[in-house]
Each structure stands twice: as structure tokens, then as C-alpha cells.
């Protein structure tokens, strides 16, 4: 417990700035609602189960269905689970499951493929977007820079939108990758080569800002959160060269700070550690940045940078501690006081994982396959353990509500259940 303690004031603070989002209309100890949970940063509500160990005896296969390839992370409602797969290289299609029972409710598809450039065509060219569910409507993005508004009782659409034909923009080489984040009746989601803002219930697009940030390859890959900084509420983007803050209310942008990378890989979401923005790019550096306001507008400023470099993995912040799965494929742990490597792992874990926690312990499955329960300690890695729990790969996020975890496996989708 010594670690949670000034991670519970942080988190309470948290959720009640985002307590006006519509995806918390469900419990958020009873749902998964988006990409990285009900606060976006990892965190499972205060109130949420937690599993005492992964073992075959504390966590059992519930059910397990076969589905077809994909990257999105499971979306969950208080009784179903929601997928996303790209069928036979030529529709996309969405799945309802019955969280209870593994049954498929409902699906509902549409044309959309391409092929990503060829230096990343071996990790496959499928859908990338996680959907967010709002309490009534699933909202998924389609690889070609294509929205759709699924009812997500029955799967019959709402709205769709085409950002290509919309701003007359290229479809972006990697698709559309950003998973789309919902707060107070609009959405926003980098499409269209810019940052994009929509109305959820008629699908009228009201801004488009940061235009033409995408660089060689069109939009960007990181997901956008929302916060209130030194009094602003703001929605934090990371484009594929900076980081910037940006009005909801009309997309202006409060302030920015160039983030280097290579070929624009800036992929994670960007992390709040108090006034302060963490970020770790391929090809680049991890860096802090402190926010002020001294009523001339916005300024970033600098305040460390370190030599760790993340990739595609989005870090989990702990108390004044950053850990991250590295481009390197190691795991590390930074004090975000100072930028000072804490510990970093002596193994290699994967290309790729995600990450939960509950403040104490963090749950990470990486693309091979394998969980882990490591302990949330900065004075060095505990791995307290580790279990296959598939045989394909792993690339989409974990999702943990009510005593259930959910794996996406390339080709399946599959419910594990604690005491």
C-alpha cells in the first residue's frame, strides 16, 4: 500500500473531471469502455476487483470465440463485448458477445481494407482503431479514415462519416489508428489529417484542427485524452511531430512542443503527471514537460529528458513513477521528479504490451502472449507472475471489469474470469 496512497488522490481527481463523459454512464467497475479503461490512462475504478494471482487456479477460461485478425481491444458494456476484425482481407466487421455466455448477439460490417507500407506489412495490414462505448451508441473507427455509429444493443447504424471524402484527404498509409475518446456529447479522434471534432448525436463534424500534422503518412497514431491543466480543460494530442493542447470547445491550440521521432513514430498516449505531459518516442527521447500560464497564454517548457525510448506501448503512471515498455523490448521504471532511470528489466518481453493497474500491482500481456503480475515498486522489478494464456499473438489492449478479463488475441477473443 506504501505506493497507492498519493496515487488515490490523483485518481479521484481524475475521475471527477471525468465524470461528465459519456462512456461512464455504465459502472466503471462493471465495464471497459474504451482504450485504456473508464480514465483512459490504465487505471481500473478504486472499486474494481482485482485478481490475487493468474495462476489456472486463481484465473479460469471462461469462453473463448474465434474471430478474425485484428488489432482493436475489446470494449465492455455490463453484459456484452464488442470486437472488431478485419474478415478475409475485405469488410470490417464488429461482433457483439454475451459477456455471461460467449454468444454472438449481434454483428454488423462494411468494405474497408488496404495494405500499410511494406516495412510494417509483416505485422499484418488490419484494423488498428479501439471503439468507445457511450452508454447507448459504440463509435468505431475503420482503417480507411472511416467512422461508423453502431446502436450497441443491436448493431444497426447510426451515423457514418468518410473523412477522406469529407476534407478531400489522403487515407493515411497506416490507417486509421487513433481510438476515438467521447466527453461531454462530442467526439474527437485524429482523422482527416487532422484533429477532428464531432457531435455524437447527428455526426455533424463542429472543428478540425492541427490539420495536416500527419507528415509522409497522413493521421496520426496516438489517442487523445481529456484534462483540466492550470484551468483550462484541454484535449492533449499527440500528432506525428508534436504535442499540443487544444480547446474542445472551438480547437484552438493553447500551446505545442515538437517531439522527435522517427518517420513521426510518436504512438503513445500522452501521459498527465500533475501540470507536467510525459511522452516517449521510437527514434526520439522520453521527455517531461512542465505546462504554465503567466497570462500571456500556454508555454511547455522542457523540464528532462532521458535516453529510454518508448514504441507502441503506453506507460502507466504510479504515484511519481512512470513505467514503460521500451522500443527495446524491455521494461523500465522512471521517477518522473527527475527523469532518473529507476530499474530496467534484464530480460526481453515482446515488441508490445499493454498495461492495468490498480495503483498496487499492474497486469501487462504482451504480444507473445503471456501475463504478467508485476508489482508497482520503483526500487525494482518484481514479476510476481507470469502465464501463457495464448498461443497466438497478442497486440490488442487487455480489459479487466467485474472479476473478468479480456484477451484479443489476433484471431480470437477470449474471457477469463477471478474470484
Known sequence: MKYILPVIAAYLSLSCLLSSQESSKDNSDQSWPQWRGPTRDGFVSQNAAWPSGIGKSKLKLKWRKKIDKGYPGPVVSKHLVFTVETLESKNEVVRAFDRA?????????????????????????????????????????????????????????????????????PVPGFGLVCSPMVHDGSLYVQAGSGLVRVDTSSGKILWRSLNDEGGMHGSAFSSPVFQNLLGKDQILTQTRNKLAGVSPADGKVFWSQSIKAFRGMNILTPAVYKNNLFTSSYGGRSVLLGLSNKGEGFSAEQKWDNPQQGYMSSPIIIGDYCYLHLRKQRFTCIDLKTGETKWISPDTYGKYWSMVTNGDEILALDERGELHLIEANPEKLVIKQSRKVADQECWAHLAVADKQIFVRELEAIACYEFN
Open 101 to 169: 455466455t460467449g454468444e454472438q448477439r449481434w454483428e454488423s460490417s462494411w468494405e474497408g481494407s488496404m495494405r500499410v507500407p511494406f516495412f510494417a506489412r509483416k505485422n499484418g495490414s488490419w484494423v488498428r482503431s479501439t471503439p468507445i462505448y457511450d452508454g447507448k451508441n459504440l463509435y468505431v473507427g475503420g482503417i480507411r479514415d472511416y467512422l461508423v455509429t453502431l446502436d450497441a444493443e443491436t448493431g444497426k447504424k447510426v451515423w457514418q462519416i468518410d473523412f477522406t471524402k469529407k476534407f478531400d484527404s
